[in-house]
């Protein structure tokens, strides 16, 4: 899939560090609920830009002490940015707060953003925090500089709001909205709907398959507009079900980076290369019993979804089934020191003349960390990623706690056209990440892997499983 809206504050890079290390950030009040596939082609899920939340895992039912997480399509695959949640931590008192920070980020797709940007958090007389704007201007040496304005709106633990506006000199849009309601009728129901329309300068295709070279990567401008709306049931307080309509309209143009051929150019028979009009159904079933959902140390995930989708404007056979299951579980030990944290994806598309944007990917912050975003793309993948976070410091600054973690990790998989087919050739990763921590909303990360193209670096913010 590709990665998703929320993409613009993906690039605040800067903030969570300056949060932690200069005490900025601390709890918010008790915050949204919901458990946390991948967002624009990139989805900027993502996000290198993907910072949203899909619905399906954005909607257990309301629990204590917890906070959203996580993404594939620019249509948020989410419900909502993670990244909101660090502005949602900044202290406010009644009235209007102002806190001017820089801002710096880095992806091998996108190269590095420096900027600045000013968060505005209006609280009440509570001291809660019900509205954010942040407006911000990035400079890119690709696309110039982008102007963008994000705002959040919070009117109780388990509503939200978001309107995110964003425009660069050159090529780069992004306008998008959204809302999410989990607990409609006192907590029975979840509610979801968002819309974007984006184009993503830097997305990159090497070729389908397990054995795509390096030496094809070809760029592309993924020109898309998004819309979802989701509804779902809450069975307990682990248990949801969620049902997803999306509409997703996608069109192929030139990309920026003038050292790489044209996708167009290179793949000119490759399926979907003309556009899109994909027009989706999707049913989910969660389970979450994390203690937290954007900084847990134990606990089990587990999501498993069924998807019918079709090309409203193909002449051949155009429809195709989707199969996905991801499981993850935490494990303390140490007496709490350490975490690992083990994860399982398994994703597969039946039939035949899928998009190749709409086919299962590896690569970038969340999946296989030494390759870029969307490096490797078939019709089916399996994922294994296996992380031990390991707390190496504790400090209260400005009475907030703040962790420093070291995070070694090894990823494994590899996408291939039948899923019984031999599992050689799999890429490996190991790598090896720094965490800083200011629980239970903020999560700043560095990661750096290693793989078969070389080494890669991505900074960031969340846990990436």
Known sequence: ETAVGGGILIRW?????????????????????????????????????????????????????????????????????????????????????????PAFAYSRNENYWIGALVPILKANDKEEIEDIFAPQVLHNKFVGETFSLNYYGYRNETVQYRAIASYATKV??????????TAVSGGRYILAAEANWFKNAFTRFFGIGNRSRDEDETTYTSREA??????????????????????RNVRVD???????????????????????????????????????????????FASAYFELAHNLIHDEPDRWFRVAIDARHLIPHASGRMVFVGRVLIDKVFSQGIPFYERPTLGGEN???????????????????????????????????????VAPFLDFGRVN??????????????GVGIRALSRPNVVGRLDVGYGKDGGNVFVGLDYPF
């Not at 056209?417 to 190991?430: A, G």
């Open 13 to 101: 890079l800067g903030v969570p560090w300056c949060l932690l290390f200069f005490g900025l950030a601390h709890p918010a009040p008790a915050a949204e609920t919901g458990p946390p596939s991948e967002g624009r082609v990139e989805v900027k899920a993502e996000s290198e830009r993907t910072g949203t939340v899909p619905p399906e895992q954005a909607g257990s039912a309301p629990r204590k002490d917890t906070v959203p997480g996580e993404t594939t399509e620019k249509v948020s695959e989410d419900v909502h940015p993670k990244q909101e949640h660090v502005l949602k931590s900044l202290p406010a008192k009644g009235g209007y707060t102002v806190i001017p920070l």
């Open 172 to 181: 780069e849009r992004t306008f998008e909205s959204g809302y999410k309601n």
């Open 226 to 247: 998004n819309i979802r709306l989701s509804a779902g049931l809450n069975l307990g307080q682990n248990f949801s079900v969620l049902w997803t309509e999306r509409w």
């Open 254 to 300: 030139d990309g920026v980076i003038p050292s790489l051929p044209q996708t167009k150019s290179r793949f000119p028979t490759l399926e979907g290369i003309d556009g899109a009009q994909i027009f989706g159904h999707r049913l989910t079933a969660l389970y979450d019993s994390r203690d937290n959902l954007l900084t847990p140390v134990q606990g089990t």
């Open 367 to 405: 999946t296989l960390r030494g390759f870029g975003l969307n490096r490797f793309v078939d019709d089916n993948l399996y994922l294994v990623n296996l992380e031990e976070r390991i707390r190496i410091y504790e400090k209260r600054i400005f009475d907030n706690p703040i962790e420093l973690e």
């Open 417 to 430: 056209n039948h899923f019984l087919s031999r599992l050689t050739k799999t890429q490996f990763n190991p």
